[in-house]
């Protein structure tokens, strides 16, 4: 049985008291979901905030009212009245987290990336079977309601069989970030993942084959030279023919957007428009509409969306709604677009 077809067939636990979550990670997306947690999803309760920088995890509990508040991870892993965590804490820390918190026996949604080599995928996938916990990770743009809209378009034949795909993220700008302390190849690894997982997503059923990828400093040429890259355009191959396209910038003076195309052999579907709503102001300079300055705010609704499905699944005892396994085919990709921009070639993904 694969790790996959494991972790389908184990059954956890249903509870019937609210989820109680503990938050690994009080930063910029940490504070967001426990927010989302404490007020606007039923169901789940926010009882401990834990960040190694203890005036962010004070300022986090208290603003939402966690009763408790940790700098040791350890302490709300054998927390008895903790059910599930949210795994919010840098990139690199996530696999060793998943693991742990598997361990410990607490249902885990894992922001993205889950890891960033396979090697660290499978360790997760393998340590959430073991345990029978419920395991989610972060990609929220499933959860998005035109990228929901599309997909169940797609699984209504409305398409047809798909031909050509996109996806783009654009990060908002002007980008003021320090490419000194950006990790390398976070373009692929912490931006376009969503664009793998959504070229995945609206290609159901279909396995990525072949990838190209070409990648460039536009925004900070200067930083180039250490290894920097934030402008990324990519091609992905699939076992069904189609063929897909992703791009990403981390500087739209516009403010964030996220779109996708699926252009099939009977209709094409789209979503994202990069609206903050749908009020267009007509004046006399022409048509005007607003965009949102951020990810929690554009997609809002899908944080919430991805959490409540969460805690569905805790509660019912359910399997995750976006695997482990989702989280290794889009890191797959990911890795490839690596190896792509080393060797300057297409790269061909194992089975
Ligand atoms: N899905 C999305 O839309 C989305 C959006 C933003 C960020 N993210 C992902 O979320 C993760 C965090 O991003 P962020 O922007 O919130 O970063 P951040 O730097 O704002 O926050 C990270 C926090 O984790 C804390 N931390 C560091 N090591 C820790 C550990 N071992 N245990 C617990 N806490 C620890 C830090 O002190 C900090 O408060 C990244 O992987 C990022 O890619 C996802």
Known sequence: MSLTDAATARSTTPTSHPVRIATIGAGRIGSHHAEVVARHVPGATLVAVSDPVEESAQRLAAALGAPFVTTTVDDVLTADDVDAVLITAPARSHTDLVVAAAAAGKHVFVE??????????????????????????????????GFAAARAAIDAQKVGTPQLLRSLTRDPGPYTADPARVPQWTIFLETLIHDFDTLCFLNPGARPVRVHA?????????????????????TVQFDNGAIATADASFSALYGYDVRAEVFGSGGMVTAGNGRSTDMTYYGPDGLHADTARRDTDLLHSA????????????????????TGQDARTALSIALACIRSVETGSAVDLDR
């Not at 990336?113 to 990609?139: K, S, Y």
């Not at 900070?220 to 990519?234: C, E, I």
């Open 214 to 234: 070409i990648a460039d400093a536009l925004i900070r040429p200067d930083a180039k030279k250490a290894g920097h890259l934030d402008t990324a355009v990519v």
């Open 303 to 322: 944080y919430v969306g991805e959490l409540t499905a969460f805690f569905d699944a805790v509660r019912g005892g359910t399997p995750a709604v976006v």
């Open 112 to 145: 993205k990336p889950m890891a960033v080599t396979l090697e660290d995928a499978d360790r997760a996938i393998a340590a959430a079977a073991d345990a029978g916990i419920v395991l989610q990770v972060g990609f929220n743009r499933r959860f998005a309601p």
